[in-house]
């Protein structure tokens, strides 16, 4: 089992920048791809980016340009650098790690944007 621990959420000025982190533990040999996702209250779960274990990325059209993925095989953490960011990030951001047919999912972290 996969166990991840999100951190680095909080409030931000519009325009400031946040760096996330997620950190796994447990069996994660078979951990391929890890992404970020967000949810306001009473929306879906949206993807926010991806990277696999290559490097290659992926963004949603709303982040794209201002956040970045990026991961430290080494500490088994992926981030999600954050900058210039809006009101309309204001969201719970989880950390997702997908393995051979197995999706883990992290507690979640809240980002407010708001001056």
């Known amino acids: 089992q996969v166990q991840l621990v999100e951190s680095g959420g909080g409030l931000v000025q519009p325009g400031g920048s946040l760096r996330l982190s997620c950190a796994a533990s447990?069996?994660?040999?078979?951990?391929?791809?890890m992404a970020w996702y967000r949810q306001a209250p009473g929306k879906q779960r949206a993807l926010v980016a991806y990277?696999?274990?290559?490097?290659?990325?992926n963004y949603a059209d709303s982040v794209k340009g201002r956040f970045t993925i990026s991961r430290n095989n080494a500490k088994n953490t992926v981030y999600l650098q954050m900058n210039s960011l809006k009101a309309e990030d204001t969201n719970v951001y989880y950390c997702?790690?997908?393995?051979?047919?197995?999706?883990?999912w992290g507690q979640g972290t809240q980002v407010t944007v708001s001056s």
């Open positions: 997702k790690a997908s393995g051979l047919g197995t999706n883990y």
């Open positions: 990277i696999t274990t290559g490097g290659s990325t």
């Open positions: 447990g069996s994660i040999f078979s951990i391929y791809t």
